[in-house]
């Protein structure tokens, strides 16, 4: 079990520009997140799966922002025509139904639009 | 939804003092509260939950206390320590369709 795994860990890129975040969650987990986290603030929701089903996203994701998770294993999130505002750390999670209900994060991965 | 505050926002103590963060939460269904830590460049991690039929939980240097009826948990924090510097966050449960963070509390220990 090596964690919860987030590539890449940075990424820079230009106003405009699409980026693709991936997550790999612990390996038996079924339940997945993805948080936004900017400078000195709580890490906010964005979305959930169980599974391969998106059950949950938060009012606050535009459409220029999209997650899939195929497979029910591995996530991807998807940033189109990438603005200043969304630099930040996005985070993943991961749990099993039926744990203890401990969220596994992985260690970010950053974003900066430039 | 659930709304989620700490007090405080940050927090200095000496070294080998205690610390006490307090977490508020709105939604009265809420029955796993959680507090976790993270250090800077990395990604939070669970130091301590509580259901919500224990009042209080211990482990360590680290103690959490749950009031459910005035809706508010506790993280203590004894004898602290350099690397006890870290942000913490509480994440009231009461569904897993939407788990949502405290804005934190930024906590500094000072030799």
């Known amino acids: 079990d090596t964690g919860v795994s987030q590539n890449p860990r940075h990424k820079i890129t230009k106003r405009g520009q699409n980026v693709t975040f991936r997550c790999d969650p612990i390996s038996e987990h079924n339940r997945l997140y993805w948080y936004r986290q900017t400078l000195g603030q709580g890490p906010e929701f964005l979305t959930y799966?169980?599974?391969?089903?998106?059950?949950?996203k938060s009012r606050l994701l535009s459409d220029r922002f999209s997650a899939e998770r195929p497979k029910g294993s591995f996530s991807t999130l998807e940033i189109q025509r990438t603005e200043q505002g969304d630099s930040a750390m996005y985070l993943c999670?991961?749990?099993?139904?039926?744990?203890?209900?401990?969220?596994?994060f992985g260690e970010g991965s950053r974003l900066t639009v430039l | 939804g659930e709304n989620v505050e700490q007090h405080p926002s940050t927090l200095s103590v000496q070294e080998g003092d205690s610390a006490v963060i307090k977490c508020t939460y709105s939604d009265s269904a809420s029955n796993y509260f959680p507090w976790y830590k993270q250090e800077l460049g990395k990604g939070p991690q669970l130091i301590i939950d509580i259901r919500s039929n224990v009042g209080e939980k211990k482990d360590q240097r680290i103690a959490v206390t749950l009031n459910k009826t005035a809706k508010h948990f506790s993280l203590h924090i004894t004898e602290t320590q350099p690397e006890d510097s870290a942000v913490y966050f509480c994440?009231?449960?009461?569904?897993?369709?939407?788990?949502?963070f405290g804005p934190g509390t930024s906590l500094s220990v000072i030799p």
């Open positions: 994440a009231p449960v009461t569904s897993y369709d939407k788990v949502i």
């Open positions: 999670a991961s749990l099993t139904s039926g744990g203890t209900g401990e969220l596994f």
């Open positions: 799966f169980q599974n391969e089903a998106q059950l949950e």
